[in-house]
């Protein structure tokens, strides 16, 4: 049986052009009252008198490989900064010859970050691999074995430097951090007082000044003839200075952990460890993903501060070579290619850790 | 024992201590049951979680005590080896060095304790004016991250990322170079507007020739700002008790700009201007803004507005859209959703991180040493060179920091206290 009214509601009126496509997402997101048109345009005309001289500075009258007699007559960038001093950038005072060691390194080092990353390699093999990488890294730094001339942590610098910091001043300072942010919790006064005193008096002061004090005051501290490398004292100063902050952020998961849970723990007959172990830390830790990560980001920015204690990361090194009459004025290009470097690492970190925090979700 | 060992024991012991816990009130009060045929024999006290408690306790102030005293031992060995005197009475003797700018007369003649003082305020005055920028850009940014126009959204959102992802000294460098590199020496400076000048010294800008008005009219801006105090306070008792509501800011800022302004034109509005003139090598009266601390105000700024701004928006978000909505069905206007209902609310969740925030910029500001600034860190750090007071000197950095820090937060927690939520 035919209606008579299925055939006209067959017919469907098209959206006006207006509402849809290119036209209704332009009017819906650029122009959808006067105030918005108006701040479209005034972008607009900025980009306008912006981009197009920044793009050809970058691009167009820029040279990108050549000697530093050649960029004073370009009006362009001189990006052949970097190429030309790439070897001392990245490996600083590393002896030439050897600088394929740190380069192999860090390749290992970003080869099983990038395999880490995958969760189903999540599993005990994953610890061992890390330790054998960390041993072959540090034995393809420090030398002295396999016929490879030792190189003295003193030469140590560029990239494998300033990851070295991160890596390190992250992965010791969470445990450490973990450990004051349960101490912070503790129902006994006196570690609860000193967790307590290290916590707000590491946040209260500045890294600078902790690294100060491990570059002229810790020396004083160690009985005579004993001395302690400058990298390791840096390295030290970072891991406390950022155990503080982890310790804030676990104590935030704590503190937001239902009581029912803690009871729970505690009505199964766990002692602490294993309440902690199993119930407590899992889901504290799991819902301070995102500061935690904001915590190691700082770290890993943070490292970048021992330029101030001479000590010679890939900022340090970049510095250097731009003391150098001949690449003095280029310090503009050199700079963003280290900002551009910076923002990878940061942002594969934070966009890692969206992703982390989206599949570890379990939807409450 | 070398100190990572010291540091590697502390760690497992905490581990250890921590791993005990007097945990619920059932594990730790041991149940006393009447009847003596039935009581279980006392265990002995390390299975007592409140004697284990103090044995623990006590355990770890000892070996806290006896890393400070080995310290201690240690550093003062060293110290009467290398026959450095401690204490603070380096502060009276003579510093010997110049400071570039200071806010009070100082000269290379004046003692230690002069140039740190110049130094700290120096500190103070970088902190005060990034702190009111930093919340002016970074409000700023944050609702133009909310922003209906896609454009201004995507603008923010790309300003935040790539701020917040370059290190804050990389960026000081970055201002720095382009103040010595980019742009010219005194000799052709630019000159975007009459009477300032950018160039590689810095920027000099013309101020009006001093007069006694000027000094009356900050009086006069004084006693308007107390006047908008006491009537913000009037106004709010008002409404809560009429519901009428006066338009406070309105009538601040109309005091604030008016009271002056009418001093001005009392005292015959003086409109002598005090311009920098180029002489031989650099530019002589104005006000001289030097290069290194435009990088470190410019630096400082544009990394903490970028965490600022996320704050913003993220306590802007934080009010449901319910409570908008309601605002306004009961016909509240747009202005007065935003003062009355939005603001109240976001504050409570913006000031607590807002004030971490700052409180890191001002911590921040100790990098100003990498740019040459002399801030209290960079007058401290000579100091120790020249002194060798190396753990005085450390200690003072950390007192001034921790001062500011602790008095902020002390601040903060008195806040919080009044604004915390009522809830039933």
Not at chain 1, 213 to 240: C, E, N, W, Y
Not at chain 2, 224 to 239: C, E
């Amino acid at each position: 049986m035919s209606n008579p009214t299925t055939k006209a509601t067959r017919e469907f009126l098209k959206p006006p052009v207006t509402e849809v496509g290119v036209i209704g997402w332009l009017r819906s997101n650029l122009f959808n009252n006067w105030y918005n048109s108006l701040l479209t345009v005034i972008v607009m005309l900025l980009f306008w008198q912006l981009i197009p001289p920044a793009f050809s500075w970058a691009f167009v009258n820029s040279v990108w490989n050549t000697s530093a007699e050649v960029c004073r007559e370009t009006d362009g960038a001189c990006w052949s900064v970097i190429p030309q001093n790439i070897n001392f950038i990245f490996f600083g005072f590393f002896p030439e010859d050897q600088q394929w060691r740190p380069g192999l390194a860090m390749v290992l080092l970003i080869a099983l970050v990038v395999y880490s990353k995958n969760r189903n390699h999540w599993k005990k093999s994953l610890g061992i691999y890390w330790l054998i990488n960390l041993v072959v890294m540090a034995s393809l730094m420090y030398g002295g074995i396999f016929g490879l001339p030792v190189v003295e942590t003193d030469q140590w610098s560029g990239l494998p430097l300033t990851f070295m910091l991160a890596l390190f001043g992250i992965v010791a300072a969470y445990p450490i951090g973990v450990i004051l942010a349960l101490g912070r919790q503790s129902k006994m006064p006196a570690i609860k007082t000193l967790c307590v005193v290290y916590i707000e008096m590491i946040r209260g002061v500045p890294l600078i000044s902790l690294l100060f004090m491990s570059s002229v005051m810790f020396p004083l501290f160690l009985p005579d003839g004993v001395t302690l490398d400058k990298v390791l004292r840096a390295q030290a100063a970072i891991i406390l200075f950022s155990a503080a902050y982890v310790a804030e952020v676990v104590r935030g998961g704590l503190q937001a952990m239902s009581r029912g849970q803690f009871e729970a723990a505690d009505s199964l007959g766990l002692n602490y460890n294993q309440s902690m172990r199993l119930i407590i830390l899992p889901q504290a830790l799991k819902i301070v993903i995102p500061p935690t990560v904001g915590v190691l980001l700082s770290v890993f920015k943070d490292t970048s501060l021992v330029v101030i204690i001479a000590l010679y990361d890939v900022l340090k090194t970049t510095k250097v070579t731009l003391s150098n009459p001949k690449w003095t004025s280029y310090s503009t290009e050199a700079y963003i290619f280290l900002a551009v470097l910076y923002f990878i690492c940061c942002y594969a970190m934070s966009s890692y850790s969206r992703k982390l925090e989206k599949e570890l979700h379990t939807g409450h | 024992m070398t100190p990572s060992l010291i540091l590697r024991c502390i760690v497992s012991f905490l581990v250890s201590v921590c791993s005990y816990h007097t945990g619920s009130p059932l594990q730790s009060e041991p149940s006393i049951t009447p009847d003596a045929g039935l009581q279980p024999s006392a265990a002995p006290f390390w299975r007592d979680p409140a004697k284990r408690a103090i044995v623990f306790q006590v355990a770890a102030l000892l070996l806290v005590a006896s890393v400070c005293y080995y310290l201690f031992t240690n550093t003062q060995a060293n110290l009467e080896r290398q026959s450095i005197a401690t204490g603070f009475g380096f502060l009276e003797t003579e510093a010997g060095f110049e400071i570039g700018e200071a806010m009070v007369d100082y000269s290379a003649a004046d003692s230690y304790a002069d140039a740190l003082l110049v130094g700290a305020l120096n500190t103070i005055k970088v902190s005060f004016i990034g702190v009111i920028l930093t919340v002016i850009l970074g409000t700023f940014i944050g609702i133009a991250r909310l922003s209906s126009n896609w454009l201004v959204a995507r603008l923010a959102a790309g300003y935040i990322e790539v701020m917040q992802n370059i290190p804050v000294l990389l960026q000081l460098f970055f201002w720095y170079a382009i103040f010595y590199e980019t742009f010219p020496s005194p000799r052709q400076a630019l000159n975007p507007f009459n009477g300032v000048f950018l160039c590689n010294r810095g920027l000099i800008f013309a101020v009006p020739e001093a007069h006694a008005a000027h000094t009356a009219m900050g009086w006069v801006l004084l006693i308007a700002l107390v006047a908008g105090w006491g009537l913000n306070r009037w106004g709010r008792r008002r409404q809560a008790l009429t519901g009428q509501i006066f338009p406070i800011i309105r009538v601040t800022l109309a005091l604030c700009l008016g009271l002056p302004l009418l001093t001005w034109l009392f005292y015959g509005a003086p409109t002598a201007m005090n311009v920098p003139e180029l002489q031989s090598f650099n530019f002589k009266g104005g006000i001289t803004i030097s290069p290194e601390f435009s990088a470190l105000l410019l630096g400082l700024v544009f990394y903490t507005a970028a965490f600022v701004a996320e704050i913003v928006r993220a306590g802007i978000q934080s009010v449901s859209r319910g409570q908008i909505e309601a605002a306004m069905s009961v016909g509240l206007r747009p202005g007065q959703v935003l003062h009355l209902v939005i603001f109240p609310q976001a504050l409570r969740v913006i000031i607590p991180p807002l004030t971490s925030q700052l409180l890191n910029l001002t911590k921040n500001s100790s990098l100003a040493i990498a740019i040459g600034y002399a801030d209290f860190v960079a007058v401290t750090n000579t100091t120790i060179n020249q002194t060798g007071q190396a753990i005085e000197g450390v200690a003072l950095i950390m007192l001034v920091y921790l001062s500011f820090s602790l008095s902020t937060s002390l601040f903060m927690n008195i806040y919080n206290k009044k604004m915390v939520l009522v809830e039933r």
